[in-house]
């Protein structure tokens, strides 16, 4: 599966942690990032990470773009919901391609948690089913 992981500056560290705890499942799949979050979440856990453009530069429209596409399965973004962001309509859209083209979206550590251990059970395979569709 294709995941993509973005984070917020004040939630980057929440984003990091998460990635070295489920390292393991990460893993086995393909994962991009925006440029800042992905540089920091690839040194911590040597993860090969595809980079876009940071987020407020246009890296959440290039995963928007991947969205759009059906060319991304999952979205991790941990938003800081008190902080308000230059990009904020960027956000946005990126949240309502996800909702457009039914990927899963998980925007803090709880909802991400069940995502990815839902993942590892299986549990979007449909994802899967839909690309052998093409």
């Given at each position: 599966?294709?995941?993509?992981?973005i984070?917020?500056?004040?939630?980057?560290?929440?984003?990091?942690?998460?990635a070295?705890?489920?390292?393991?499942?990460?893993?086995?799949?393909?994962?991009?990032?925006?440029?800042?979050?992905?540089?920091?979440?690839?040194?911590?856990?040597?993860?090969?990470?595809?980079?876009f453009?940071?987020?407020?530069?246009?890296?959440?429209?290039?995963?928007?773009?991947?969205?759009?596409?059906?060319?991304?399965?999952?979205?991790?973004?941990?938003?800081?919901?008190?902080?308000?962001?230059?990009?904020?309509?960027?956000?946005?859209?990126?949240?309502?391609?996800?909702?457009?083209?039914?990927?899963?979206?998980?925007?803090?550590?709880?909802?991400?948690?069940?995502?990815?251990?839902?993942?590892?059970?299986?549990?979007?395979?449909?994802?899967?089913?839909?690309?052998?569709?093409?």
């Amino acid at each position: 599966m294709k995941i993509a992981l973005i984070a917020h500056d004040r939630k980057k560290d929440n984003l990091i942690q998460f990635a070295i705890a489920y390292r393991d499942i990460l893993k086995e799949h393909d994962l991009y990032a925006t440029g800042t979050t992905g540089t920091m979440i690839e040194a911590e856990t040597a993860l090969p990470i595809t980079k876009f453009r940071s987020g407020p530069l246009g890296g959440d429209q290039q995963i928007g773009a991947m969205i759009a596409n059906n060319d991304m399965d999952m979205v991790f973004f941990f938003r800081d919901p008190l902080t308000a962001q230059p990009h904020e309509p960027d956000v946005m859209a990126l949240v309502r391609l996800c909702d457009l083209y039914h990927i899963p979206l998980a925007t803090n550590m709880g909802t991400a948690e069940i995502l990815l251990k839902g993942l590892q059970e299986g549990f979007v395979d449909w994802r899967i089913l839909e690309e052998r569709r093409k």
